[in-house]
Every structure is written in C-alpha cells, then in structure tokens.
C-alpha cells in the first residue's frame, strides 16, 4: 500500500508559478513511477508529467504536450516526494491536480490514468487572467 499527500496548490495569475509536492508512504517500490495528472470540472481527467526511477541517481521523465517546456517534475527518493513545478501558467492550468503511483513506468510512459495504482486527494490549482 502507498499513500500519497499533495500540497503546494493556490490561486495565481496568469504567467504566475507554483510548485506541487506529493509525500509517499507505505510500499515504495510501488511508487517506481508517480505521476501528476489533473481534472478540470466537466472535463476528463488528463495525465501532466510522470518520472520514474531506472536507477539511484537517474530518472526518467515523460510530459504531456500541453505543458511541456512549462512544467518540471521531479523526486526526492530519499524523502518519498515528487515535485511538480508549475512555470508561465495560464487560465487553462485551471484543474484539480492529482498524484498518482505504480509500480509500473506504463503509468508515466503512457500518462494515462486506468495505470495508476494509487491516488492523492488532489490539490486545487487555480490560474486567474
């Protein structure tokens, strides 16, 4: 079992930054890839940037098209967390933001959601024009 916390989430304006972390506890080789995916109200929920561990000091590091050059993900894996840290955001950054775990890199190959093992409560991100 893994249990995953977020934090860092807020109101910015457009072209604002924010940093998200997410602590892992409980089973931390089920937490070889942990993920960001994020859901806007109406709209499905749509993966963000998963990392990877391939060995101590080396990670690997997939992000969705629409955040690219935007966003950095990293990880601590001496402290459990993951990073996310938000650059230039726009109205359209607007979403509940989700952590997300597997053992399993499909979770951060693919950026899809059905991958994920486990799951945070969410933190809302809210960017204001």
């Known amino acids: 079992q893994v249990q995953l916390v977020e934090s860092g989430g807020g109101s910015v304006q457009t072209g604002g930054s924010l940093r998200l972390s997410c602590a892992a506890s409980?089973?931390?080789?089920?937490?070889?890839?942990m993920g960001w995916f994020r859901q806007a109200p109406g709209k499905e929920r749509e993966g963000v940037a998963g990392?990877?561990?391939?060995?101590?000091?080396?990670?690997?590091?997939n992000y969705a098209d629409s955040v690219k050059g935007r966003f950095t993900i990293s990880r601590d894996n001496a402290k459990n967390t993951v990073f996310l840290q938000m650059n230039t955001l726009k109205p359209e950054d607007t979403a509940m933001f989700y952590c997300?775990?597997?053992?399993?890199?499909?979770?951060?190959?693919?950026?899809?959601?059905?991958?994920?093992?486990?799951w945070g409560q969410g933190t809302q991100v809210t960017v204001s024009t």
């Open positions: 997300a775990a597997s053992p399993s890199r499909s979770l951060c190959l693919q950026l899809n959601s059905n991958y994920a093992n486990y």
């Open positions: 409980g089973d931390t080789y089920s937490s070889n890839c």
């Open positions: 990392i990877w561990t391939i060995n101590s000091n080396t990670f690997g590091a």
